[in-house]
């Protein structure tokens, strides 16, 4: 699928079907997309634990369930667990950084050089920034940056996929994450029992309200243009609800046992 | 009649449920489906209450600020019991459980069962 069409087509995926499992090979590559994402300081703190639904005894999968995600979770035949390992900057020490001088990803061209890394940015900038109490929190934008990758994967590989949030407590006695890693979101994923369409594309707030140029309050300009165009390469799509939308839920809420 | 004292359909609870649905699918589903009535019904023999019962005891009014919120300990006695529902001697169990989660959901109780 073309890169447009790819994130025009990515849905939340809420319906799957509940006992086709879905291949190794397919995990593998959803997990290496995340790992080749762009990533501050090439320091990594993704971290993922892939669960088989199947492998989960039925008390813990209602353990681990919430009021929004149960059905979710209760479908998906694999969770991939997402954290955030805060202790990686420190355990590499610009170590990945110098990694980067030596692929010729970094230069001197740019300031960089294992001595710029060792003198300075590890000890004066990285090592301060995991005491700072911002540092989750941009960790966790890096996270989920790499996150997105591989959701996006999972679509291109003909899955369908969903974030939700998860029971650190009950899931952790399946992940084991170490103390340094701080529980994120799950990616549940299958094969779809709903149409790709899904219903439509959701609905979305106004693009002025979002984003601006120059400074915030100054709307950034929607080209009608661009619009037409991204509807021709399929990343803008037919808006949600489409018309058979509710005779679909209804056919699966059937098929699958499930309240109307 | 059982556990209950007057038609089903009469119940407040029952007619929110039939709103609920007429909103959100078209058509008259408990009309068009008197299999869905037809599980309440049977549910609220099994527990021995009666519809309205059934979602009032799904709330309490929170001491803290007098505010009308789920009852988690309710919530879980019945989501045991649709449970327990669901795998009777019946060859439409979970139909049957579906349609008693669908009429707690129209009435703004959520359980996963």
Redesign the interface.
Known sequence: MEYQELIGSRRSIRYFEPDKPVEQDKIQKILEACLISSCAVNAHWLKAVVVKRADVSPEDLEMMKNPVQALVIALAPVHIYFYCDLGVVNEVKGSRLKQLVDAGALNPTHGWSHKFVDELVYPQILKPLTESPAYPIASAFDCGVAANQGLLMAFELGLGACLTAFNAEVVARYTKPPASWIPLYVLNVGYRAESPEAGGQRPRPPFEGQYFLGQYGKPFPRDPKVVEELKRSKMLQAPAPLPNRKQEIRELARRLNLPE | MGVLSRPIAEYQSVTTWGEG?RN???GD?LAEEPEKLHALEAFCEFVGEDPDAIVGRCFRIRKADGERVLSTKWRTHYAEKIKAFRVQPSTDG??R???V??F??HNGV?I?A
Do not use: E, T
């Open positions: 649905l959100q699918w078209g589903p979970p139909r459980a579906a349609a989660l669908g707690l959901i959520l996963q």
